[in-house]
């Protein structure tokens, strides 16, 4: 059993629409981590939040650590947001980042 | 800064023969990782490093090997390779349990 699913795994949208993706896990965690990983490149990581919500740019993203829930929104998306976008949450028994699929999102123009 | 830096970027290596790939980072990191991607799949945890001369095993460690003798450098040994190990390689480093960074990943296919 993945201790981490992500939703959708595959997502395409038009430029200009807003975008969600979806984290769920199943272990206590003490923060999460969102990453993104354009196609063939290296990994940078977005955010890093244990609660509430933190905002960079058009990018927004919130947990609820109760619900074991994390959000990644993208306001008016735009074709170079187009990537993979990978939630890891950092806890359970070893403290050590454990990662999602990820959720391939393409945005055309 | 450069940030983590790994090398090589691409290599091809043929069964039964051996390898290292190096990471080093330049902001006194405390932690290094050394992960694998495989096509659809999760990162998985090969070795960490809280620090220089400890090393220890994460998820996958079969097949490689690590060192820490300095802070900056965290080199993964692979030993008699196996297709197994085609994978893409990404090295990470963190100052504490928080804010990792990544290197730029090392694509490495066994033929």
């Known amino acids: 059993k993945n201790e981490v699913e992500q939703s959708p795994q595959n997502l395409t949208a038009q430029e200009g629409e807003f975008i969600t993706i979806n984290c769920s896990y199943s272990?206590?965690?003490?923060?999460l981590h969102w990453l993104q990983q354009h196609p063939g490149g290296g990994i940078v990581s977005l955010f890093m939040?244990?609660?509430g919500k933190k905002k960079h740019g058009r990018l927004i993203a919130t947990i609820n650590i109760q619900e074991k829930h994390s959000s990644l929104h993208i306001t008016a998306s735009h074709p170079r947001d187009s990537a993979v976008y990978i939630c890891?949450?950092?806890?359970?028994?070893?403290?050590?980042?454990?990662f999602g699929k990820g959720t391939l999102l393409t945005v055309n123009p | 800064n450069a940030g983590v830096t790994q090398t090589p970027k691409f290599r091809i290596l043929k069964i039964g023969q051996s390898m290292t790939l190096q990471c080093t980072q330049d902001?006194?990191?405390?932690?290094m990782y050394w992960y694998r991607q495989d096509p659809g799949m999760g990162l998985k945890l090969i070795y960490y490093?809280?620090?220089?001369?400890?090393?220890d095993k994460g998820e996958v460690p079969n097949g490689y090997n690590v060192s820490r003798s300095t802070t900056e450098d965290f080199p993964l040994r692979l030993e008699l390779a196996a297709p197994s190990q085609t994978s893409v390689y990404f090295c990470?480093?963190?100052?504490?349990?928080?804010?990792?960074?990544f290197g730029s990943g090392t694509r490495l296919t066994v033929v």
């Open positions: 939040l244990s609660s």
């Open positions: 272990v206590g965690i003490s923060a």
């Open positions: 902001m006194n990191h405390n932690y």
């Open positions: 490093s809280v620090g220089a001369g400890i090393t």
């Open positions: 890891a949450p950092l806890g359970g028994s070893n403290y050590k980042l454990t």
């Open positions: 990470a480093s963190s100052p504490s349990l928080y804010g990792y960074t």
